[in-house]
C-alpha cells in the first residue's frame, strides 16, 4: 500500500500545483470563511466542505444558485456563450442530477 492509498495522513499546511487562491476579498474580511473546496480526482468528485455552515442544509440552495451564476458569468467573460445562456445549460444538468441524486436516496430506493 503506498502512502495515497488512504487518506489518514494530515495535508492542511499542504499545497498542491492546481490549488486555486482563495478570492482577494477574502483578505480584507475577518468574518470571511471558507465553505468548499473541490477537486476532481480519479474521475470523481471530491468535497471538502463546511456542511453545517449555516446550521441546516437548505441555504445550500442558495449558495450553489450562487455558484452556478458565478461559473455562467466567468465562462461568458471567457468567451463562452452568454451568462443567461450558460445559465441555462447549468440548470438543465442540475434539475436533472438533482433528479438522480433524489431518486438514488429516496426511501423507496433505499435498502435497509
Request: charged share 20%.
Amino acid at each position: 500500500m503506498s502512502d495515497h492509498d488512504h487518506h489518514h495522513h494530515d495535508h492542511s499546511h499542504d499545497t498542491h500545483p492546481h490549488q486555486l487562491q482563495p478570492p482577494h476579498e477574502v483578505f480584507h474580511d475577518e468574518k470571511a470563511g471558507e465553505l468548499v473546496r473541490a477537486w476532481i480526482t480519479n474521475g470523481h468528485l471530491s468535497l471538502s466542505l463546511n456542511a453545517m455552515a449555516f446550521g441546516k442544509a437548505d441555504i445550500w440552495g442558495h449558495v450553489l444558485a450562487g455558484m452556478a451564476e458565478q461559473v455562467a458569468a466567468s465562462c461568458a467573460e471567457m468567451g463562452h456563450g452568454t451568462t443567461a445562456g450558460n445559465l441555462e445549460e447549468i440548470r438543465k444538468n442540475l434539475t436533472a442530477d438533482l433528479a438522480r441524486a433524489a431518486a438514488k436516496h429516496s426511501p423507496l430506493s433505499v435498502k435497509s
